[in-house]
């Protein structure tokens, strides 16, 4: 396992204090959403449990096939991968790393993805999952600001809110539409 370097030493850290059932971490650096894949596949690489949260790869409601091919392109300096939110669907996650994410020492958000009534249904789906501290969901305009509002009505889990590059202005649309935690920014 290679070590990675996390503070250990933080006051525990309340990311949505007015939520019953609250999200707190222990380290303010998280995993981001496809950094750890659904949860474990770095299980053995790197130390998961020094982070304050792990994040899942994008899971809709039913299985994505994803972007079609070429999906990875060398640039100068590094490659650029579009996966298209490639993913089993939410009953096939919650068969392969539901124990995972019921023993996780670090509390495990789920990234959600899919269409408007798909994200709704998987919020219900994903409340009371045990292990699952969070949901995490893109909003790429104002317009989608009623689905946030619409998955914010159906779940007491945190909501984090993954801005788009260049979206600083939605943040406080965000909040008033019911998101809990911000992240600033989903990658360009």
Same mark, same amino acid.
């Given at each position: 396992c290679l070590p990675v370097y996390l503070p250990t030493c933080l006051p525990m850290i309340e990311l949505a204090p007015h939520r019953k059932q609250g999200l707190t971490i222990a380290s303010p650096i998280l995993a981001a959403s496809g950094a750890v894949g659904f949860g474990y596949e770095a299980n053995g690489l790197i130390a998961l449990e020094r982070f304050g949260a792990l994040v899942t790869s994008p899971i809709s409601l039913r299985p994505r096939r994803g972007a079609r091919q070429p999906r990875l392109i060398e640039l100068r300096g590094g490659v650029l991968l579009r996966h298209g939110d490639q993913n089993v669907g939410w009953q096939r996650a919650l068969e392969r790393f539901g124990g995972a994410w019921a023993r996780s020492k670090a509390? !495990? =958000?789920?990234?959600?993805? +899919?269409? !408007?009534?798909?994200? !709704?249904?998987?919020?219900?789906?994903?409340? +009371?999952?045990? +292990?699952?501290?969070?949901?995490?969901?893109?909003?790429?305009?104002?317009?989608?600001?009623?689905?946030? *509002?619409?998955?914010?009505? *159906?779940?007491?889990?945190?909501?984090?809110?993954?801005?788009?590059? +260049?979206?600083?202005?939605?943040?406080?649309?965000?909040?008033?539409?019911?998101?809990?935690?911000?992240?600033? =920014?989903?990658p360009p």
């Open positions: 509390p !495990v =958000i789920v990234h959600i993805a +899919g269409h !408007v009534s798909e994200m !709704v249904e998987l919020a219900k789906r994903i409340e +009371g999952t045990a +292990g699952v501290s969070g949901i995490e969901m893109d909003l790429e305009s104002e317009e989608e600001l009623g689905l946030l *509002d619409a998955v914010r009505a *159906d779940t007491e889990l945190p909501l984090i809110a993954r801005l788009p590059h +260049g979206g600083a202005g939605l943040a406080r649309f965000a909040v008033e539409a019911g998101a809990d935690v911000l992240v600033c =920014i989903a």
